[in-house]
């Protein structure tokens, strides 16, 4: 048996042996305002309910290991006072791990990622609409566990109000746990779907994703592609060039005879498989034929 003392190895060491022994961890997919009132959503991991009554939830903005600062979603939830919670279940996966990436402060996540902003009843920051659970939370405490990188932050938080997607509830007015189909985080790029077991969702890019708002309309507005396949599409750096689409075509004579009859529904279901196959820089070749 290997043993590790955790001062004897480096942040990034003990933080994937701690993550991948712990798991399946919930996700707290977390919108915050900050001062000026501008949107931030971003998903944590580290997270879970800790009372009844009173109704308390706990998530944990860490300070990043690379240089030791702290998330927008920290100074905003320590500023503001409020959270709103939202719960991830496998339609919005993709979307939500496109949210992850570090945009710049003023950013808005929810345009990033597609995600419909839906106002809040009790707090400021804006519910996820395509969401099955919501939580609109006051910030009852933070506590501040370390100033070095990988040090957490808990955030802890009393629900005001909860709002449930009625298409989730059993005959009973239950949450059904099949419905809610919730997914959790494990180690590495791995996560956990309650109904099937586990899948990979490849990191978010260490540089920028273009986003799903900087998407075509026709193709965000596709009645095939799901939320999923356009979370897949926004995390792209760049979009394929003009001379990359005409040899992708020519390699593939029977994607361009599907391009040739002007069939878009049949370019997005060939789209949507190669995504499947996460082969998403080829997909972009398809869905940018003019």
Not at 127 to 151: I, K, M, T, Y
Not at 253 to 262: C, D, F, I, R
């Amino acid at each position: 048996m290997r043993s590790v003392i955790p001062g004897e190895v480096s942040t990034g060491t003990l933080h994937q042996y701690m993550l991948g022994a712990v798991g399946p961890r919930p996700i707290a997919f977390v919108s915050t305002v900050d001062e000026g009132g501008r949107p931030n959503l971003s998903p944590f991991s580290y997270f879970n309910i800790f009372s009844i009554n009173p109704p308390i939830l706990i998530f944990s903005p860490s300070r990043r290991g690379r240089d030791k600062t702290l998330k927008h979603t920290y100074t905003n939830s320590k500023t503001t006072g409020e959270v709103v919670i939202n719960i991830v279940n496998y339609n919005i996966v993709q979307q939500m791990s496109l949210s992850s990436t570090e945009y710049e402060e003023g950013i808005n996540e929810f345009e990033k990622s597609g995600l419909t902003m839906l106002k809040s009843d009790l707090v400021k920051p804006f519910r996820v609409a395509e969401s099955p659970v919501q939580f609109e939370c006051r910030v009852n405490e933070v506590v501040e566990l370390g100033s070095e990188g990988g040090a957490g932050n808990l955030v802890i938080c009393e629900v005001l109000k909860l709002h449930i997607n009625e298409q989730v509830l059993d005959e009973n007015g239950s949450i059904d746990q099949h419905k809610i189909d919730q997914v959790a985080r494990m180690g590495g790029n791995w996560y956990s779907r309650a109904n099937l077991g586990m899948f990979e969702v490849p990191k978010p890019l260490s540089k920028m994703g273009i986003g799903v708002d900087k998407i075509p309309q026709k193709i965000r507005n596709s009645n095939i592609l799901t939320g999923n396949d356009l979370g897949k599409l926004g995390n792209v750096e760049s979009f394929p060039t003009k001379e990359e689409i005409e040899n992708y075509l020519k390699e593939n004579p029977k994607l361009a005879e599907v391009v040739a009859k002007g069939d878009t529904k049949g370019i997005h279901i060939q789209a949507q498989l190669l995504i499947e196959e996460n082969k998403t820089k080829e997909a972009w070749k398809l869905l940018l034929v003019k």
